[in-house]
């Protein structure tokens, strides 16, 4: 964005402070509009006629270096690019990159169904939500317009994921077209040869469209050209190469065209980047070495600057890592992870349910806390205020001392010796060497759980309730 | 004369494109409309913008019929033909350089050739970049290294892990020749783990004879690693540093919350480089950096730092943007930042998704195998970092060394390959 300032934005806004918008002051509402935490329809005394041009004028000087572009209709729509700086501690990324997952027009019907299937239901629960993956990109092998669009119906039906169409030949694209155009699909690709006829299905069903070359003057050219038509939904595929040099080049391209886009405001490049970490399959046959490289290659361009990417291996050892180094790239670094200390009730626990402790930093909390839920364990589980730090690094620095977890249930007017019959803590197995410390500061008696919340409930079989001294 | 008109009054006046009714009427930029009665819920607005655009329609519609240009003046998207050009905009695409790293990283050498006082066959260059790794911007005179790690006794593992080692896990120096000569580590860390009070309380003196042998089995640069007990490994990396003489090794490491002035002492006297090792806060590593400088009088020729590696879905993001910031500031100028930096990689294995069966949660999709995660997860938290601008991996699965070599690598240029064509990929049968 242009602004830098909540100063320069407030010579926009009405100045009214009337705190419709939930701030007290407009000039408060322009330091949310700085860091993008609300947007300018937060205000509505500026949607009105009177403020018409600075609406206008502010919308421009506070639009995203990157293009945001939409894929998608309803509830599944996916917005990807938008981004406005090129380290993530500068403020955050935005719309994290896209994952689509590749079907082909030459799968068995059922075959289809079941991939597609397999890409809707992926998930995989973390920090009190689920990592799922976003979009099914059908791929062309036919060359057979009537095949492909067929293709692309059944996938359609199957799932309200977005889709991305990949074809170079415009006959199938816009056969393909024809059957989803609803949908707001993304079109792979327009490229030297084929620009002329891309260029017309983008503008007649108004669909967003990626441009491919891995030569950045001719990517330039494709994009100026495309502008030029008025076709604005844009994104970039500079080229995923799988190995050697040409990989080199490739991580370079993105580089370049980020730092070109977001440092140099160079209106023509900057857009969305795509990336194909799929290309590790023309290398690499061998099904586990394939997924091995392949997640190699999406971390790369995760990290470097892909707003979205299309992905063939759906085994779970490819997809963990890469959904987890999405998140981990696109966290909210202003956001702490940390759960407000205190002592929880999983379940319903009564006086014979056991008393567990962890610390609050949000990743550990919400792993105890759903190994316990999920498997039906009614206890109370303590968050001692460790500042937001794991227990082993806790343990080590200083922060989880019996002390602080004395503390955790004082504060919490939690008296162990009433609400509970047994009088027992348990401690996390990396929290072992604690124990004495514990038994001696609080006087009660202190049992030693497993390293790994996961293994509570095996740990309870064996060891709840408490044998009596 | 002119009239004034009002939306009330546009409805009738053009009801039937009574153009006659146009004499007279000059129609202006403001018009003006009396909203006042109507409040201006978000309905009332859509349905008032409807009645203005059918009323501008109805007078371009005039216009026209009047003869005046009317398309062009408006340059009308839905009244004229879409633009297309017959041929492609040329363009130039350009970028420049990175003007603000001014600073090269501190070049550190580990290991010491007999000529240099030591007894290692080669030694290993980290630092001297000038520009975040594999960028564009400046040439990197170096590559990232690998050292894999060895313990002084038996720990617990990974299955995927322990498997490589059962058949050395009693020997430090047999594991140190396996993961040279069968994994191709670049350097071997020895981790005193058994030193720990409350492990076996080995004695220094001890400790000292297993870093003896594992110089004797390898002839890479070492790491010396203590137990992490704080009371105790200044004293036992004081008496392996004594041991290890001349050899530059990596002595790990200096904390703040030990007596990190004797780990810095041990390296001065005998040859030896400090790890400076801190908990995922750039101002602490600082600090630490400076006093091990200032206060101890440590060369800067002769400091790591290791600011904490989390792994992948365990705070890897605080470890990637500590990095990628410490990084960026040591290039930018800041002398008590630009070092190499060191990662314990092997902090992966302790993210249950690298070594559980299977979720503990039965909503979780499956995770399947764990022999595939665990590798990969290595690979990908060390992956992340060496973008953030890690220089060294401390690492453990020969898979995961090996891919992690492979990729970074070829990101550094020196992997040459036959060419790909990836201009059909749409097409391919994989």
């Not at chain 1, 080229?239 to 050697?244: F, K």
Request: charged share 25%.
């Amino acid at each position: 964005m242009k602004l830098n300032s909540p100063l320069q934005v407030y010579k926009y806004l009405p100045q009214i402070n009337c705190a419709e918008c939930g701030d007290a002051t407009c000039m408060a509402f322009g330091a949310h509009l700085i860091d993008r935490s609300k947007k300018l329809e937060d205000c509505p005394p500026i949607l009105k006629d009177k403020y018409k041009k600075k609406y206008i004028e502010l919308q421009t000087l506070l639009a995203p270096e990157i293009r945001q572009v939409t894929i998608g209709v309803g509830e599944n729509v996916k917005n990807i690019g938008g981004d406005d700086v090129i380290y993530r501690h500068q403020l955050t990324f935005f719309n994290p990159t896209a994952f689509a997952y590749d079907v082909w027009d030459t799968m068995p019907e059922q075959e289809l169904i079941d991939r597609v299937n397999k890409i809707s239901n992926f998930r995989k629960f973390y920090v009190g939500k689920f990592l799922k993956v976003d979009m099914v990109a059908i791929r062309c092998v036919s060359g057979d317009a009537m095949k492909f669009a067929g293709a692309v119906k059944k996938v359609a039906e199957t799932t309200k994921l977005p889709i991305v169409l990949c074809s170079f030949d415009p006959v199938c694209l816009r056969a393909a077209l024809e059957v989803v155009k609803e949908r707001r699909p993304l079109v792979y690709a327009a490229t030297e040869k084929n620009w002329s006829e891309v260029a017309e299905l983008a503008q007649n069903y108004k669909v967003p469209v990626v441009l491919f070359s891995p030569d950045l003057d001719k990517l330039k050219s494709l994009a100026a050209t495309f502008q030029e038509m008025g076709i604005k939904d844009l994104v970039l595929d500079p080229g995923t190469y799988p190995q050697g040099k040409q990989l080199k080049e490739s991580f370079e391209r993105f580089v370049k065209l980020r730092r070109a886009g977001i440092k140099e405001g160079q209106k023509d490049i900057a857009y969305p980047l795509m990336s194909i970490p799929l290309n590790a399959w023309l290398v690499y046959k061998d099904a586990v070495t394939a997924s091995y490289w392949e997640t190699v290659l999406a971390s790369v361009f995760i990290v470097r600057y892909a707003d979205i990417m299309i992905l063939h291996s759906l085994e779970p050892y490819a997809m963990l890592p890469e959904v987890h180094l999405r998140d981990t790239i696109y966290t909210d670094p202003r956001t702490p992870v940390k759960v407000a200390p205190g002592v929880n009730e999983v379940g319903s626990p009564t006086k014979d349910s056991p008393v567990i402790i962890t610390t609050n930093f949000a990743l550990t909390y919400y792993t105890v806390e759903s190994d316990l839920s999920s498997n039906k364990i009614n206890c109370f589980l303590a968050a001692v205020d460790t500042d937001g730090i794991g227990v082993e690094a806790a343990v080590a620095g200083g922060q989880l001392t019996a002390a602080k977890i004395k503390d955790t249930f004082a504060k919490a007017n939690f008296e162990i010796k009433e609400k509970t019959t047994h009088s027992t803590l348990i401690l996390p197995g990396l929290a072992a060497r604690l124990q004495g410390d514990v038994e001696d500061v609080t006087g009660l008696r202190v049992m030693i759980g497993p390293p790994d919340s996961g293994r509570i409930p095996g740990w309870m079989e064996k060891n709840w309730p408490p044998k009596q001294k | 004369m002119t009239k004034k008109i009002k939306l009330s009054e546009l409805g009738s006046l053009f009801g039937g494109l009574d153009i006659e009714a146009l004499e007279g009427v000059k129609i202006e930029g403001d018009v003006e409309l009396d909203l006042g009665q109507m409040g201006l819920n978000p309905q009332m607005a859509y349905a008032l913008g409807h009645e203005t655009a059918q009323m501008a329609f109805h007078l371009m519609n005039i216009s026209r019929i009047l003869g005046y240009p009317i398309d062009q003046m408006l340059g009308s998207p839905a009244q004229q033909k879409p633009v297309r050009p017959s041929k492609l905009i040329e363009s130039k695409f350009g970028v420049a350089r990175n003007e603000d790293w001014k600073t090269p990283i501190q070049e550190v050498v580990l290991g010491a050739t007999s000529s240099d006082g030591g007894s290692r066959k080669s030694t290993v260059t980290l630092g001297g970049e000038v520009a975040l790794p594999y960028y564009f911007d400046g040439p990197m005179p170096h590559r990232n290294h690998i050292t894999m790690d060895v313990f002084d006794m038996p720990i617990n593992m990974a299955k995927a892990v322990k498997s490589n080692y059962e058949d050395v896990i009693n020997s430090p120096a047999e594991w140190a020749k396996k993961v040279v000569r069968d994994f191709g580590a670049d350097m071997v860390t020895i981790h005193l783990i058994s030193t720990d009070p409350n492990i076996k309380d080995t004695s220094p003196k001890e400790a000292a004879k297993t870093v003896e042998d594992v110089l004797q089995a390898v002839d890479v640069p070492i790491v010396i690693g203590g137990s992490g007990n704080p009371e105790k490994d200044p004293a036992v990396l004081e008496k392996a540093a004594e041991a290890a003489e001349g050899e530059r090794c990596l002595l790990a490491s200096a904390s703040l919350n030990l007596d990190y002035a004797r780990i810095a002492e041990a390296a001065k006297k005998y040859n030896h480089v400090v790890l400076s090792w801190t908990q995922l806060e750039i101002n602490a590593q600082k600090e630490l950096n400076r006093k091990l400088m200032k206060q101890c009088g440590v060369a800067r020729e002769n400091i790591i730092m290791d600011p904490t590696t989390a792994a992948l879905g365990y705070g890897l993001d605080y470890a990637y943007t500590n990095m990628e910031r410490i990084r960026l500031a040591g290039l930018s100028g800041d002398l008590e930042l630009n070092f190499p930096m060191s990662s314990g990689t092997t902090n992966a294995w302790g993210a249950r998704e690298s070594w559980m069966v299977s979720s503990p949660l039965k909503e979780d999709t499956d995770w399947g195998p764990r022999e595939y995660r665990g590798p990969i997860w290595e690979i990908v938290t060390g992956l992340t970092l060496s973008l953030a601008g890690n220089d060294l991996f401390m690492m453990m699965h020969p898979t995961a060394v090996q891919v992690l070599k492979e990729i970074t690598q070829t990101l550094y240029g020196s992997k040459e390959t036959e060419p790909v064509n990836i201009d059909d990929w749409v097409s391919a049968v994989v």
